[in-house]
Structure formats: structure tokens, C-alpha cells
């Protein structure tokens, strides 16, 4: 079933915790898991109904444990999996439910069945659970095919004996070949294993791809819809038995699919009923600051989910993308390309952050889910000054450093202190956090009425108790070019002001939150409000 209508999934706030950056623990400088469970506080008072964590799972952490060496335990650095246990029972006493990232694309080259397949050698089964193929030329020494990694680079690597795998990220990442039946039981007993032990849900990695076309074409330089190795319909299948396993647990247990498709339509197919429950809607990340672009997104959202039966999602930032307070505060336009982080373009951080607060109460007002990922709640901005040696995503290395890569939304949180690590741990932190954090950590903010924090928690905490918030309708108020307003039932109204003046205020009975300040019933520029409404 989709779900109740009240289903808790339907309208939650989720927030996303990048373990290795939430909090250190052990004094390791590595976020862990003895960190988050001393900060679950903080989560169950910021006022948000679940965390989805990123890969906890053992992993060599060449692509931040997206790479994963064992699908059934926590990686030593993290803790143990007694600890993700009473992680999982602590959060649920604090009513946090628990979202873990499932990554059935690839594994790690660690992972005992892709060592397997390397001693085994050619022809072997234990090659038929990846894809292992000759070379193309003369002496095959030329990968199989024409495909790149989404990381940069040919998407294959060669092997002693000659052969090839194919890896969609590193070279460290093969692919699994979903072609293979111990691939598919696999992973319905892996879902089973993480059910037992009481998560909520699944965030599912790279859900588009796991299909390939056996076939293996060439695509020619071709980058858009339909690719031999993304969205092709056999992935359906698989998540139509993944539904099953989750329907026959108590409780409403999830599936949240990660898929960059362009297509909202065959993006809402992964939706059905009988197979996800949801999605990230990545439409944001991607869109600039600038009211008809935005209506046009949402609008397209809320038309290819209706049909389906299921709640949009919204998402400013994540771990893959750069944080959303540099983003808008961008001069010219303020969109966002992977291909083009842009590192150098100058940062106007008071424009981005005071977008950024807009933003919130714009996504936190409409119908369906909203993600947070962490530090956004403390407005904290990209760090593009890393050094060079100290960066550690991949990408940085296989664009041969012409895309700096994704570091710099994952530096650790400035929890407390004036100085770094600003008590994310005792003992340092993975990458370096600026100085300037001091002003940004969650115990200065804590205390400062006016702060990111304290926007994110009163706005949370009406959402969570505002009868229109969350699942459900929306209408559009017809405003001016630049403003966006909608009504939401019963008696809620928001409205976003994107143009450079101030705009007057529909009627209204009082001013729920505003963003920002307002002058005599006037929203300023950048600014959002929520209104009660009649
Ligand atoms: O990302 C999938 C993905 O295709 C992009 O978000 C990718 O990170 C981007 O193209 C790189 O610039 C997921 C995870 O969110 C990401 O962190 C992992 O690296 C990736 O899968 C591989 O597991
Ligand atoms: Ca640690």
C-alpha cells in the first residue's frame, strides 16, 4: 500500500547525518557512532522525525564508505553493530526513526566476492557476480566499451590476467551484475538482516542503475535517457520484491530511492505502490534562485507524484553537492552543475545565507517530505579553500583535479568552542574547518535567537505540529513575478519574495515565522514568511 494517509513517512523531516563528519566520540578525528549518540539531544530538539545515515557499513572509505566491504556489520572506525543497536533503540525512544543507505550498485574491491572473482579468474562464477569482460584490440587492451565513470575516466579497469570490470564510479567500486540470481537473494537477505535489527527504511544508492544491458553497446558520448546502464526496467523487478520483504514487517518500514533522472514521469514510476515509497526530488539543486524557474519545479513535482499516490520530497543540499548558502549566494545566476562547482567564483555569503532561510521555510511549507542535511541547520557554507593533499573524494583525483570534488559540504561539524576542531571531537577533525565556524557552531547558535538553528527549530517544530504542514495539497496564490505564494489547508499561506523589493503582505490573521525581518507588513527581499490565513 502507499501508506495511510497519516503514514509518519509521508511529511517527515529527515535529516541526513555523513557519520565520519557528524561527531567524533573516540577522539580519532572520525565521526562515529558514539558521537551521534551523544548529539541524538540535539536531533530529537532540533524537532525532526528521522536520520538517514550514509554507509556505515565496513569499507576501505575510498568513496566514503560508498564503497562498502561487508553489508552486514558497522566499519571499526564508525563502532560496533552492538552500538548501531542501542543507536537504533536510543533514537527510537526519543521518537527518531532510523534510515540507513543501502548501496547495491557496486562494492568494494574488498568485498570477499570481488576477491573472489579476481583469484578465481576468467570464466569463473565467481566473475559472473560482477561484469568481467575481455578488451577490446589487438592484444584487449583497450576497455570493452565506451563508458565513463561517473567519477571521471573510462568506467572499466584491467586485471592482471587481462580482463576488465566495470566500475559506474571508482575504480574501487565494481559494479554488481544484476543478471546474476546470488546477486538478487543476496540483497533480499541483507534487507532482511537491517529489518531485523529495527531500521525504519532504506535509502537506496544509485536506485536507477543495478540493470545493465547485457549487451554492453557503446553509447557514443551520448550522456542522456535511455543509457544501457541507468533506469532500464528490470530494476523494477527488484524493488517490487524489496517491497515485499518491507511490506511483511510491522510498521511502516521504507525504501528511499536515489535517482538523477530528468524525466519526471519515469522518475514517479520507481513510485508505485508496490515499490518505493519515495524519492529524493533533487529539482532544487539544480534550479537557481529565481521564482518562475521554482514555481515550474514544484509544479512539475507535484504533477508527476499525484498520479502515482506518492508525496514529493525536498532537498537543498547533500553530501554529492555544494552547500546550498554558497550556492544562492553565487553572483549572476545560482544554479548548480556537478561538472561545474565553480570553486573561485566569488561568494556572497549574507545574499546565499539570507536565500538559504528563505529556502527552508519554503520547502519546510510544501506538500511532502523535507530532507536536511546536516550543518545546513547551522547555515554552513562550502569550504573551496582545502588544500589540494588534504582533499579526499575521488573525484578530485579521477577529474585529474578539474573538479575539486565533494569535501568541501563534508567538513565536520563545529559543535561548541572558539577554536577547531570546535568539539567535534578531542582530537582533530578529517578535514579543516575555518576559523570563522566559531561563530557557527550549534552551541553559539544555540543562544542566539536569530541564528540558522533557531530558524530550523521553530520552523521545524511548527511543521511538525501545523495540521497543514506536511502531506497533502497546495494552491497557488497569484502574486507578483517574483513572489511565490501558496495556500496550504486549513488557514496557512507562505510567501517568498525573490525580487529586489519589498512586497506587501496578502491579508492575514498573524505572522506564524518569517525568515527575516519585515517592515510594516512589508517582506523584504529574500525573505519568506508563513502566515495564518482564514
Ligand atoms: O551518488 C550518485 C551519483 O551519481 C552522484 O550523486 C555522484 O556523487 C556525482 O556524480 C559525483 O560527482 C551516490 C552517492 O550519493 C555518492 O556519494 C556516491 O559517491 C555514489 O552514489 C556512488 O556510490
Ligand atoms: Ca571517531
Known amino acids: 500500500s502507499p501508506g495511510t494517509p497519516t503514514a509518519w513517512w509521508r511529511g517527515a523531516a529527515i535529516y541526513q547525518v555523513y557519520l565520519r563528519s557528524f561527531a567524533d566520540g573516540n577522539g580519532d578525528g572520525i565521526g562515529d557512532l558514539a558521537g551521534v549518540r551523544s548529539r541524538l539531544p540535539y536531533l530529537a530538539d532540533l524537532g525532526i522525525d528521522a536520520i538517514w545515515f550514509c554507509p556505515w557499513y565496513p569499507s576501505p572509505m575510498d568513496d566514503g564508505g560508498y564503497d562498502v566491504s561487508d553489508y552486514r556489520d558497522i566499519d571499526p572506525s564508525f563502532g560496533t553493530l552492538e552500538e548501531a543497536e542501542l543507536l537504533i533503540a536510543e533514537a527510537h525512544a526519543l521518537g527518531i526513526r532510523i534510515i540507513i543507505d543501502i548501496v547495491p550498485n557496486h562494492c568494494s574491491d574488498e568485498h570477499p566476492w570481488f576477491e573472489a572473482a579476481l583469484a578465481a579468474g576468467p570464466g569463473s562464477p565467481e566473475r559472473q557476480r560482477f561484469w568481467f569482460r575481455p578488451g577490446r584490440g589487438e592484444h584487449g587492451e583497450l576497455p570493452p566499451n565506451d563508458w565513463q565513470s561517473r567519477f571521471g ?274 582530537g582533530g577533525a578529517w578535514l579543516p574547518q575555518p576559523a570563522e565556524w566559531a561563530a557557527y557552531t550549534a552551541e553559539a547558535e544555540a543562544a542566539d535567537p536569530d541564528s540558522m538553528l533557531s530558524l530550523y527549530r521553530k520552523a521545524l517544530r511548527i511543521r511538525r505540529d501545523e495540521p ?22 486549513p488557514g496557512f499561506t507562505c510567501v517568498v519574495n525573490l525580487g529586489p523589493e519589498p512586497v506587501a503582505l496578502p491579508r492575514h490573521e498573524s505572522v506564524i515565522l518569517a525568515s527575516g525581518p519585515m517592515t510594516d507588513d512589508h517582506l523584504p527581499p529574500d525573505t519568506a514568511v508563513w502566515l495564518r490565513t482564514s
Open 153 to 426: 575516466g573510462p568506467a572499466w579497469t584491467r586485471v592482471g590476467d587481462g580482463e576488465w570490470f566495470l566500475h559506474l564510479y571508482s575504480s574501487r567500486q565494481p559494479d554488481f551484475n544484476w543478471t546474476n540470481q546470488e546477486v538478487h537473494a543476496e540483497f533480499r537477505d541483507i534487507l532482511r538482516f537491517w529489518f531485523d535489527r529495527g531500521i525504519d527504511g532504506l535509502r537506496i544508492d544509485v536506485a536507477d542503475g543495478l540493470i545493465k544491458d547485457p549487451q554492453l553497446p557503446d553509447v557514443h558520448g551520448v550522456t542522456t535517457v535511455p543509457l544501457p546502464f541507468s533506469d532500464m526496467d528490470g530494476v523494477h523487478d527488484v524493488y517490487r520484491a524489496w517491497r515485499e520483504i518491507s511490506d511483511s514487517y510491522p510498521g511502516e518500514r521504507i525504501f528511499v530511492g536515489e535517482m538523477w533522472l530528468p524525466d519526471p514521469v519515469r522518475f514517479a514510476r520507481y513510485l508505485r505502490p508496490d515499490e518505493l515509497h519515495s524519492a529524493f526530488n533533487f529539482d532544487f539543486l539544480s534550479c537557481p534562485w529565481d521564482a518562475k524557474r521554482l514555481r515550474e519545479v514544484i509544479q512539475s513535482s507535484m504533477d508527476s507524484h499525484r498520479p502515482v499516490g506518492a508525496p514529493p520530497t525536498w532537498v537543498l543540499s547533500n553530501h554529492d553537492v555544494t552547500r546550498h548558502v554558497t550556492r544562492y549566494g553565487r553572483s549572476g545566476d545560482t544554479g548548480f552543475e556537478f561538472a561545474d562547482r565553480r570553486h573561485g567564483t566569488p561568494v556572497d555569503r549574507e545574499l546565499g545565507t539570507g536565500r538559504a532561510r528563505a529556502a527552508a521555510l519554503l520547502t519546510m511549507a510544501l506538500p511532502g517530505g523535507v530532507y536536511v542535511y546536516q550543518g545546513e541547520e547551522l547555515g554552513l557554507w562550502e569550504i573551496e579553500d582545502i588544500p589540494d593533499e588534504l582533499r579526499q573524494d575521488p573525484v578530485f583525483e579521477r577529474t585529474k583535479h578539474a573538479d575539486p570534488g565533494r569535501d568541501g559540504c563534508r567538513v565536520p561539524i563545529p559543535w561548541g568552542s572558539a577554536a577547531p576542531p570546535f568539539s567535534f571531537g578531542t
Open 468 to 489: 497543514a504542514l506536511g502531506d497533502g495539497e497546495m494552491s497557488w496564490v497569484v502574486s507578483l513575478a517574483d513572489v511565490i505564494a501558496f495556500t496550504r489547508d
